[in-house]
């Protein structure tokens, strides 16, 4: 069974910085796509940033400059150090992977249960 776990995330002030991190295990054969989602009440799930095995990323217009995913694929982890934050930030973030996974080899793409980011003005 495969499953990213997030940790970090809370309450924060208008213009704190969080990082938030996920870390995926079971029987992975590599993970393609690793990345970050948001969803605030009432709005519709959006994506905050992905970046791939080779490194390349991509961001919301609304978080360049601001926000910086990084992973390190030896530990299949993913974090997102999120600064200058801002009340609109505030949102349920999800950590996503799109991988291979072994037995049988498949696609597949995860979701960890998302972890509660809050700013305050």
């Known amino acids: 069974q495969v499953q990213l776990v997030e940790s970090g995330g809370g309450s924060v002030q208008a213009g704190g910085s969080l990082r938030l991190s996920c870390a995926a295990s079971g029987s992975i054969f590599s993970i393609n796509v690793m990345g970050w989602y948001r969803q605030a009440p009432g709005k519709q799930r959006e994506l905050v940033a992905s970046?791939?095995?080779?490194?390349?990323?991509n961001y919301a217009d609304s978080v360049k400059g601001r926000f910086t995913i990084s992973r390190d694929n030896a530990k299949n982890t993913v974090a997102l150090q999120m600064n200058s934050l801002k009340p609109e930030d505030t949102a349920v973030y999800y950590c996503?992977?799109?991988?291979?996974?072994?037995?049988?080899?498949?696609?597949?793409?995860?979701w960890g249960l998302g972890t509660q980011v809050t700013v305050s003005s």
């Open positions: 996503n992977a799109k991988m291979l996974v072994a037995s049988p080899l498949r696609s597949l793409e995860v």
């Open positions: 970046i791939t095995k080779g490194g390349s990323t």
